[in-house]
């Protein structure tokens, strides 16, 4: 690991914060995704019946 001085503690929480908000972005996209592929499937299936 490359030495980051006396920001180091500072560099590494803003990685860490980073990755986290990224995965939960991702988690959150995936949820969202789902609910709306259910939601347009339980339209056509009105539309089509």
């Known amino acids: ?3 980051l001085g006396k920001y180091g503690e500072t560099i590494l929480t803003a990685y860490a914060a980073t ?3 990224v995965a939960a972005i991702v988690i959150v996209s995936l949820v969202r995704s789902r609910k709306i592929k259910r939601q ?5 299936a009105r539309r089509n019946g």
């Open 19 to 21: 990755i986290i908000l």
């Open 1 to 3: 690991m490359p030495d």
């Open 40 to 44: 347009l499937a339980e339209l056509e």
